[in-house]
């Protein structure tokens, strides 16, 4: 039997197929079952749509760090990076209409900036992008409040918070679409289309076996960095919305690299890179957001999600570790 | 050996196994009497591992009897296989490297004196195994990290001898060393032998069980083909039994005169920190096999040329003009292709599927988003031209045999088209069969015009493949042999006449 006469793998009893999305979509499911039992209008369109618009920011920060995580390494940055954005944005925009695009490249240029520094630092001066990544969070929380001197300054138009809090309004059938949620459709299409190309696959190889991949002439490093900078950019997207949904503040990111790293790990991406896929990814996210409405439904404090999301990570963890060993 | 045979160790009668209904054992016979080498061969997916398996506990029987010492015997698991005498030394160690050897031998049952583990008596003890086995010399304390990858077998197999095994089952034990630690090992066997100590060898080096082995018990498929005495078969009557097929259409023909054409490679002078003075000619297509002792540089001429650890001095030429191999893409612009020694760690990506691993080169160089579909459809071609046996393209690449891994890598170097390919042990870990399929592909490539330079520590195999012959020592090219070479020739020039170029 040549390969060229059978192409597809044979179902084999007992062992789901890595990288499949069953799982996550299994949990999503389940949840969103539990959750229309108790809400039951839930997933009536007015609610389902706004909900989805809230997601956005935790999807595509999912997203983003999904090219840097199945490159086996992490990006613990974006948090205090959305921060920095929504802060600097405020101060730039000052309320002024006019300076909302320039403003929002300018987003851009800045997260994938530190991402390239990011990526750089890890890649050339061989730092574990644990430690890189730490200490940008770290780096970004000081300069913000050293440059807002300890109180976000300015404000942001409303042509610049639309994006984060406006819909298309009568929509039929639908009701409102939010302008998040488009803007999450195009990133996520964009993202599923680069995970197709050769720089995607590439990626993942990468994270598979950087030696291996070194010596079939993949600039590891050149790959690497470029992840980061997508996390970065996908941070300067999450911020928009970010800002425009819940407005200036310090705590603008807080706390969202933990909410993407668990979203990513839920949606079967492997930690150490090598294995997974991006809407895995970003339905991790989206299961992650709907068990936090569940607990909200149920009044399960709002302090338990960072239990959640570590418990989440550890039993995640401890899967695929388990079903490793006993292949 | 030839005293009346004595009443057999282990005794297994009609071993069967199945999974997930698919039979992977059925019938196997087998007899090991005290003091015996018992040799177990068969390409790989014959069953030899599940034999071992079964033996040493890890899987229960589904059909079949199995006798231990006289008494019949279900193990429950590894550890009441150890407990009954039953050592087994994987392929793979299990040593804390971290620890010392000592500790390594009395894991998890250390001798305890007041509740404390009783360091003296774990030091003494473990000297003592040693010293019995004739490896007195290796210090009980020393950091087993700190050991050789010979040395740390040794411990492996001390530990067994800690736990009184009394049958030692070695899996595929010289797969790791190097040539002259085998001679060590393979002292080492004779005197467990002499011990009473039967040994199940699992192997698919020919020239070994035919250096220890009495009796030879061969699988196919899973099934008993024969047990032979090893002084009543030849090697090629065995490889016949595995494979069904002589050994000597085991090498493919070489190059006719006048079919190795003009030098496609040429190095003038060639350096780095591990080589010096290289100066090599590579005609377009030969076979030219490089010989020579583990770390004689063998492996850092491939990577020079690869431009993996580039020269630093001298300079290369291709098809006569100079080229500057800086970098593995620089190297495989230049139509240079590297086919690594450890196929696990550097050759493929063991989570990703096999048409992945074999696009990888591809997408790397060449990325491409019009004109994907026919790279793939050239690609899938490229996989059954060198015959790939898998369940399917996307299954992950670790789940193939060895064999098939190297076609997949194989096809990914072909799909460059490259000028000058380099073999790095290109069938190591690999069954005879697949083998012969490498080989019959480097000839092949070789036929079509490649430049073909092949590594091998496998001296039939570079006496078989190569057109010429040369042999490094210390970072240099010894000497040049012609094809029609002995191995006598290969090992003098490997091994120098001064004693201090021998290392």
């Known amino acids: ?327 | 050996m030839s005293d009346p045979p004595p009443s057999p160790l282990l005794t297994l009668r009609g071993i069967g196994k199945s999974f997930l209904g698919v039979r992977v054992l059925g019938g196997v016979d087998l007899d090991v009497v005290p003091g015996e080498v018992h040799a177990v061969v068969g390409e790989n997916g014959a069953g030899k591992s599940t034999l071992m398996k079964v033996v040493s506990g890890g899987y229960a029987p589904d059909e079949g009897t199995m006798e231990f010492a006289g008494v019949p015997r279900t193990f429950r698991g590894p550890r009441d296989a150890q407990r009954a005498g039953i050592g087994i030394v994987h392929q793979e160690f299990n040593l804390l490297p971290e620890r010392s050897v000592a500790e390594n031998v009395y894991l998890g049952h250390e001798p305890v004196r007041r509740g404390l583990v009783d360091r003296a008596t774990m030091l003494g003890r473990t000297a003592e195994l040693l010293a019995s086995i004739g490896e007195g010399a290796l210090p009980p304390g020393a950091r087993v990290g700190d050991l050789g990858v010979a040395r740390q077998q040794v411990v492996e197999i001390v530990k067994a001898l800690a736990l009184d095994a009394r049958l030692l089952i070695m899996d595929e034990p010289t797969a790791a060393l190097a040539d002259h630690e085998v001679e060590q090992l393979y002292t080492l066997v004779r005197r467990l032998q002499r011990r009473g100590i039967g040994v199940l060898y699992v192997s698919h080096r020919i020239r070994e069980v035919f250096d220890l082995a009495s009796r030879i018990t061969v699988l196919k498929d899973g099934r008993l083909v024969t047990t032979v005495d090893a002084g009543d078969v030849g090697a090629g009557q065995l490889v016949r039994h595995m494979v069904g097929r002589d050994l000597s259409s085991y090498y493919p023909g070489r190059a006719a005169p006048g079919e190795s054409g003009a030098v496609r490679l040429a190095v003038r002078d060639g350096g780095n920190r591990t080589l010096r003075g290289v100066d090599l000619r590579l005609r377009a297509g030969e076979v030219l096999g490089v010989g020579g002792l583990q770390g004689s540089g063998r492996s850092a001429l491939a990577r020079a040329l690869f431009g993996a650890v580039p020269f630093t001095t001298g300079e290369v030429t291709l098809d006569g003009a100079p080229v500057r191999l800086r970098s593995p893409r620089a190297a495989m612009r230049a139509g240079i292709a590297y086919v690594t020694e450890d196929r696990k760690g550097e050759g493929i990506v063991g989570g990703r599927s096999v048409l992945d691993n074999a696009l990888l080169a591809s997408r790397a160089v060449a990325p491409a988003w019009r004109g994907r579909g026919a790279r793939t459809a050239r690609i899938r071609e490229l996989l059954a031209a060198v015959d790939v046996r898998a369940a399917g393209e996307d299954q992950e690449i670790r789940f193939l045999s060895g064999g098939n891994q190297q076609k997949v890598v194989l096809a990914r170097w072909l799909a460059l088209g490259p000028r000058v390919l380099l073999f790095d042990e290109p069938t190591r870990g690999i069954d005879v069969g697949a083998k012969s399929a490498i080989h019959d592909l480097v000839r092949r490539l070789a036929r079509d015009g490649a430049a073909v330079l092949m590594i091998s520590s496998e001296l039939p195999e570079l006496l078989g493949m190569s057109d010429r012959i040369i042999v490094m020592r210390d970072g240099r090219i010894a000497g040049e042999l012609p094809a029609g070479a002995t191995e006598e020739n290969v090992l003098a020039l490997a091994l120098g006449t001064a004693p201090e170029a021998a290392r």
């Not at chain 1, 618009?53 to 086996?72: C, E």
């Not at chain 1, 993942?204 to 997508?230: D, H, I, Q």
């Open chain 1, 1 to 327: 039997m040549r390969i060229a006469e059978r192409r597809r793998l044979p179902v084999r009893p007992g062992r789901s197929r890595s990288g499949s999305l069953l799982p996550i979509l299994a949990i999503l499911v389940a949840l969103l079952v539990a959750l229309t039992l108790r809400q039951p209008d839930f997933l009536s369109p007015p609610s389902l749509m706004s909900f989805l618009g809230r997601s956005a920011p935790i999807i595509l920060l999912a997203a983003g760090q999904y090219f840097v995580i199945v490159a086996g390494e992490f990006d613990l940055s974006v948090g205090s990076l959305v921060t920095a954005q929504v802060v600097v944005a405020a101060r730039l925009i000052d309320s002024e209409p006019s300076r909302t695009w320039p403003v929002i490249l300018l987003l851009l240029a800045f997260g994938a900036a530190v991402g390239l520094a990011n990526g750089l630092i890890t890649t050339r001066l061989r730092v574990p992008s644990f430690i890189t990544t730490l200490g940008m969070y770290l780096i970004l929380v000081g300069a913000v409040y050293l440059w807002s001197d300890g109180a976000p300054k300015g404000g942001l138009a409303e042509e610049f918070r639309r994006f984060g809090r406006r819909a298309f309004e009568d929509v039929p059938l639908l009701g409102r679409i939010p302008y998040a949620l488009l803007v999450l459709l195009v990133v996520a299409g964009l993202a599923a289309l680069l995970t197709r190309s050769d720089f995607g696959q590439t990626l993942v190889a990468v994270g598979g076996n950087p030696r291996t991949a070194e010596l079939s002439g993949v600039r590891v490093r050149s790959v690497k960095t470029a992840a980061f900078v997508l996390s970065g950019l996908s941070a300067a997207v999450a911020a928009i919305l970010i800002g425009g949904y819940s407005g200036v503040s310090f705590q603008a990111g807080a706390g969202l690299e933990f909410g993407a790293i668990t979203a990513v790990v839920l949606g079967g991406v492997a930690l150490g890179g090598g294995r997974g896929s991006v809407v895995g990814a970003m339905l991790g996210a989206l299961t992650l957001e709907t068990l936090f409405t569940l607990m909200n439904f149920y009044g399960v404090s709002g302090a338990l999600r960072s239990t959640v999301q570590g418990a989440i990570i550890l039993l995640a963890l401890a899967v695929s570790s388990v079903r490793s060993v006993s292949r």
